[in-house]
T-cell receptor
Framework: ETGVTQTPRHLVMGMTNKKSLKCEQHLGHNAMYWYKQSAKKPLELMFVYNFKEQTENNSVPSRFSPECPNSSHLFLHLHTLQPEDSALYLC??????????????FGSGTRLTVV | GENVEQHPSTLSVQEGDSAVIKCTYSDSASNYFPWYKQELGKRPQLIID?????GEKKDQRIAVTLNKTAKHFSLHITETQPEDSAVYFCAGLSNDYKLSFGAGTTVTVRA
């Protein structure tokens, strides 16, 4: 797999568990994103990081906690999730933010099931 | 913010026929409109995009048209093949750099 790599590919967790999703890119991109993909719904933007600084928190519940230690890595820490949080979580990256930014590269996603 | 609506939600076509997916957007400041294809179990991949200063763009069997006045854009796939079966997403990028997606169209090409 090249481009944007996400691990794990699948995750099943109980509502009291704590887990983390990982995203990694070595494309030299400066911006990274977390999206939630639920069936029959548009991709929902969750968080945006630019040069490892968070620039957007799209009213996401605090049980989702992002972390961006550097421009190449992005994490999504999960705790006390609800069954409705079950979805495909997609990471994406792009060269830059703003109108000069054309094209996102997506990872393959983590299929999360909360039981 | 930008609101992108996509129709139809499902589309079934006979192999060799054309498929058309339409999207509308709300923010007149949006200036970039990509289309992504997502095959089952795989990542969304950019297949074609168009900028607001262009009305039409073509790449082999796929083309995108943009009507800025009406704020809608469309994806056209000609001579469809079984490998075109996938979910297609349109999106719009507004000046606040956020990419807003449509809900997706599941395209099935019948052999």
């Amino acid at each position: 797999e090249t481009g944007v790599t996400q691990t794990p590919r699948h995750l099943v967790m109980g509502m009291t568990n704590k887990k983390s999703l990982k995203c990694e890119q070595h494309l030299g991109h400066n911006a990274m994103y977390w999206y939630k993909q639920s069936a029959k719904k548009p991709l929902e933007l969750m968080f945006v990081y630019n040069f490892k600084e968070q620039t957007e928190n799209n009213s996401v519940p605090s049980r989702f906690s992002p972390e961006c230690p550097n421009s190449s890595h992005l994490f999504l820490h999960l705790h006390t999730l609800q069954p409705e949080d079950s979805a495909l979580y997609l990471c994406a990256s792009s060269q830059d933010l703003g109108v000069g930014n054309y094209g996102y590269t997506f990872g393959s996603g983590t299929r999360l099931t909360v039981v | 913010g930008e609101n992108v609506e996509q129709h139809p939600s499902t589309l079934s076509v006979q192999e060799g026929d054309s498929a058309v997916i339409k999207c509308t957007y709300s923010d007149s400041a949006s200036n970039y409109f990509p289309w992504y294809k997502q095959e089952l179990g795989k990542r969304p991949q950019l297949i074609i995009d168009i900028r607001s200063n262009v009305g039409e763009k073509k790449d082999q069997r796929i083309a995108v048209t943009l009507n800025k006045t009406a704020k809608h854009f469309s994806l056209h796939i000609t001579e469809t093949q079984p490998e075109d079966s996938a979910v297609y997403f349109c999106a719009g990028l507004s000046n606040d750099y956020k990419l807003s997606f449509g809900a997706g169209t599941t395209v099935t090409v019948r052999a």
